[in-house]
């Protein structure tokens, strides 16, 4: 291994520090049409009339479109890799809106100036229908937010649109109100999570173009160029292979991206007119007009003997997709559903999950996709369960917790095995992630409360995170491998690098397969015309499934420089070594460097291009784990807690690049901490963001984050590339649930609901008092 586990700097490190033009911003036609969008100020209504003329009149607008203009097709914008069963409910534009912010006509002018004017010439009148803003109170509303037949879905996903159910999905495995009942110990509760918004640095961005034989080339900060192809064919009836979406570098994603946006509204202006076009989002577009987290109520029951085995869990979730349901069959399924094998020793397990629609801003991917929310609900039971059986929460955990080896009843339900398998896990190092980071918090010192000063107290607390390694039987990658006559490599991959590394990654993998160092691996990735298709970047799919990808590829390519090598130097296949330089006859009578072989296979005998290729479906997601660990003050005049150290110990198998899993994973700690403190997308009674801006939209910064402390378990998964698993959401999933017991061990009272403000603390300290 001198290639992989290795802190290699990113490959697009130095262009990046130079401000090198690389974002799809930088990279439209100089002369592109400046698009702009009229979005709903209302949270439901119908589009009465709409008049486009006086814009249109404005000197330098080139095009305004309605839903008059576009074809009637209704679309998915989903990027995940099996969409076909996700809602369909969505047109390009429509006459109905359905939340503020909503897409309603597009206009395209060669100055923002001019195309911002523009948008107040359009005359709408709108019918305004009730909104449903309440996601508890959606299911069955008079209000109906999508009628059928309009919307529907491909397969039986649970789906009743006429009751604003965009999904619905039940899960059993034996009879858990009869094992409920047999236990000695029961915990039930309620709890709730947040809208919580990416907030990504780069907001989307989009540009398209017609080509010299008149293809429509797309230019998108996308998470899933494949998918966005897909999309934009769908939307307007365009062939795929009239169709190229090229991803350049992406100014961070989580999720956020991984559904297609103002793709097709930036398509049609460009088909409209001919002529290039682009789109850059505001700050407050992204905010409003994009994807946020699913907010949820959880409704759990643990069951436990009075020796704390964990025999049972019913959890019911009710998730919020807003106004568009893309992602409500992956988020039922996964919902609270992906933690559960945490504690696989059950006897029965209940899962329960229903997704409404409302007039809020549609919810989509979110790093953590489900897990998080889940994971509150489920870990801030578990430490009420210890404390009820008066066992440490640690301990509890430690007895229940799936380990190396063992097999868990609830995937096979989840199918994220496979179809119907039961995966069993063959790296998990949590017992090792628990005890290190007991270590690390200083547990056994602290879990007893802390009183610092007459009104300041401290806690610590703790909670588990499992997620996946993309979606086994689903997701595919593929990887193409050239050698070039200077001995230099290009990877193409379709892999999406969204600021991670993982372009780095997919290099330093192919560089270890190969012998060769990764500075002789040039990367080119996520463009439809020009590499291998691959599901995109999400799922923390990339190193596991992609990674498969480019190691057998790299592997193919090591066998053709064999045969290659063999041939010149005049020996049979197999009787070559090779030691990443040079190729050596195993008896020794002769030698060629690589480099003189490839720039003998261009120009001299036996001339060809060697082209190695190949591709891999993920087997089965093989989870990586997270124990974390949060120490907070609190003051019990203000509410304010003060997180005074978050320490995480991961497994996600042996990183192929310690210092980029770092970087994953203190990135992810902070969205998680994040969301269990301070973020929180809030609405008005009329359904408008209240804080659709950075100066109130709260996330952590640099003096809220005082001491974050990342390890790594020694860890080597099988099926994975090098023994890697995956890194991507890993990181943000225990913060929620470990500051909230932290706050109740320091406290003494639990926060239930996201985030937890000093407001909420205060509250129920005085209640608690009263
Ligand atoms: S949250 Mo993701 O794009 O699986």
């Known amino acids: ?117 523009a948008l107040e010439f359009i005359e709408v009148e709108y019918e305004l229908l009730e909104a449903v803003l309440d996601f508890e109170q959606a299911e069955g509303n008079r209000s109906v937010l999508h009628p059928e037949p309009e919307a529907h879905s491909k397969f039986d996903i649970g789906m009743d649109a006429s009751r604003n159910i965009a999904a619905s999905y039940r899960m059993n495995v034996g009879d858990v109100d009869a094992v409920l009942e047999q236990c000695e110990v029961v915990v039930r509760d309620r709890y709730y999570t947040q809208a919580q918004a990416h907030v990504m640095l780069e907001p989307h961005a989009i540009s398209c173009y017609l080509d010299m034989h008149g293809r429509l080339t797309v230019v998108s900060s996308t998470q899933t160029p494949f998918h966005a192809r897909r999309v934009i064919g769908m939307a307007f009836d365009i062939p795929r292979k009239d ?68 025999k049972a869990i019913d959890m019911n979730v009710l998730s919020d997709t807003g106004a568009y349901g893309e992602h409500a069959l992956t988020v039922v399924m996964g919902a609270g559903s992906k933690p559960l094998p945490l504690y696989n020793k059950v006897d029965a397990v209940r899962f329960n999950s229903v997704v409404v629609y409302t007039n809020h801003t549609p919810a989509g991917a979110y790093r953590g996709y489900g897990a998080i929310q889940g994971l509150f609900a489920l870990e801030s039971a578990i430490d009420q369960l210890a404390e009820k059986l008066g066992i440490s929460p640690a301990e509890l955990r430690r007895q229940n917790m799936i380990a190396e080896g063992e097999t868990s009843p609830i995937f096979k339900i989840m199918g994220e095995g496979g179809e119907g398998v039961a995966m069993t896990m063959d790296s998990c190092k949590l017992d090792y992630c628990v005890r290190r980071g007991m270590e690390l918090i200083g547990w056994d010192r602290k879990f007893p409360r802390q009183t610092v ?111 290659e090598g063999a041939l010149k130097l005049r020996v049979a296949e197999g009787e070559v070594e090779f030691d990443g330089t040079t190729l050596r006859r195993k008896d020794g009578k002769g030698s060629i460097s690589l480099k003189d072989l490839a720039t003998g296979l261009y120009y001299h005998a036996n001339q060809k291009q060697l082209v190695a290729s190949d591709s891999y479906v993920g087997q089965k997601s093989p ?57 929180e997308v809030r609405y008005t009674e009329q359904g408008r963001q209240l804080n659709n801006n950075m100066l109130f939209y709260n996330i952590p910064n640099r003096l809220d984050i005082h001491h974050v402390t990342v390890e790594f378990a020694e860890s080597y998964e099988p099926s994975g590339p090098y023994g890697a698993k995956s890194v991507g959401e890993i990181g943000i999933d225990t913060p929620p649930a470990a500051i909230a017991n932290a706050v109740y061990n320091a406290t003494g009272v639990r926060i239930k609901d996201l985030p937890i403000t000093p407001e909420k603390v205060l509250m129920a300290l005085k209640q608690r008092r009263q």
């Open 1 to 117: 291994m001198k290639e992989v586990n290795q802190p290699k700097p990113k490959l697009e490190g130095k262009g990046l520090m130079l401000g090198r033009p690389v974002y799809a911003d930088d990279l439209a036609p100089q002369n592109a049409l400046i698009v702009k969008v009229l979005r709903s100020p209302y949270a439901f209504a119908r589009i009465k009339t709409i008049r486009t003329e006086k814009a249109l009149q404005l000197p330098g607008v080139a095009c305004v479109l309605t839903y008059k203009d576009l074809p009637r097709n209704i679309i998915t914008r989903a990027g995940q890799g099996y969409p076909e069963p996700s809602p369909y409910d969505k047109f390009v534009l429509d006459e109905v809106v359905r939340y503020c912010g909503d897409e309603v006509a597009v206009v395209a002018a060669v100055s923002e100036a001019i195309a911002e004017a």
């Open 243 to 310: 169709i190229r979406v090229i991803k350049p570098r992406v100014g961070g994603g989580f999720g956020g991206k991984q559904m297609t946006h103002g793709e097709p509204l930036v398509a049609a202006v460009t088909l409209k007119t001919g002529r290039p076009a682009k789109l850059v989002y505001t700050r407050r577009e992204v905010f409003e007009s994009t994807f946020s987290r699913h907010p949820m109520r959880f409704d759990i029951a643990l069951g436990a003997t009075r020796d704390g085995r964990i």
């Open 453 to 563: 000063g007459p009104n300041k107290v401290r806690g610590v607390g703790m909670a588990l995170a499992m997620q996946g390694s993309g979606i086994a039987n689903i997701d595919m990658a593929s990887a193409v491998l050239k050698l070039n006559d200077d001995g230099f490599f290009n990877l193409m991959v379709g892999a999406t690098d969204i600021g991670t590394g993982s372009d780095t990654i997919l290099a330093q993998i192919a560089a270890e397969a190969l012998n060769v160092s990764t500075d002789q691996i040039i990367v080119y990735s996520s463009d439809t015309d020009l590499t291998p298709f691959d599901k995109g970047a999400y799922a923390s799919s990339t190193t596991y499934v992609s990674g498969n990808a480019v190691k057998k590829a790299a592997e193919n390519m090591k066998r053709l420089i064999e045969i």
């Open 623 to 679: 989870p990586p784990y997270m124990a974390g660990f949060a120490e907070v003050e609190v003051d019990l005049e203000t509410g304010k807690i003060d997180l005074l150290h978050y320490a995480a110990v991961v497994d996600c198998g042996t990183t192929i690049n310690p210092n980029l899993a770092r970087i994953q994973v203190e990135g992810g700690l902070v969205q998680g901490i994040g969301m269990a403190l301070y973020e």
